[in-house]
């Protein structure tokens, strides 16, 4: 720990659970170096775009697949 302090007593200073406050530091340190990409608001926004498009995209092919199968279902009586 930093400052020389353990886990133990920062655990308990902060009133945590010493296994949980392991598992947070475990995990900080195993992120990836570079997170940017993640928080950078102009990929958000055309990640965002992009799936506003595929979702389009996939409700028209729904609604053709549901015109289909009542159009055949007609037919087939």
Same mark, same amino acid.
């Given at each position: 720990? $930093? &400052? &020389? =302090?353990?886990? %133990?007593?920062?655990?308990? $200073? +902060? &009133?945590?659970?010493?296994?949980? @406050?392991?598992? &947070?530091?475990?995990?900080? /340190? #195993?992120?990836? %170096?570079?997170?940017?990409? !993640?928080?950078?608001?102009? /990929? @958000?926004? *055309? $990640? +965002?775009?992009?799936?506003?498009?595929?979702?389009? #995209? @996939?409700?028209?092919? #729904? *609604? +053709? @697949? =549901? =015109? !289909? !199968? !009542?159009?055949? %279902?007609?037919?087939?009586?």
């Amino acid at each position: 720990m $930093e &400052g &020389g =302090k353990s886990i %133990a007593r920062t655990a308990r $200073e +902060l &009133g945590v659970n010493e296994n949980t @406050l392991n598992t &947070g530091i475990n995990q900080y /340190h #195993r992120k990836p %170096a570079s997170t940017s990409k !993640a928080v950078n608001p102009q /990929h @958000l926004y *055309d $990640e +965002l775009k992009e799936l506003r498009k595929e979702n389009k #995209r @996939l409700k028209e092919e #729904r *609604d +053709l @697949l =549901k =015109k !289909a !199968a !009542a159009y055949f %279902a007609r037919e087939s009586e």
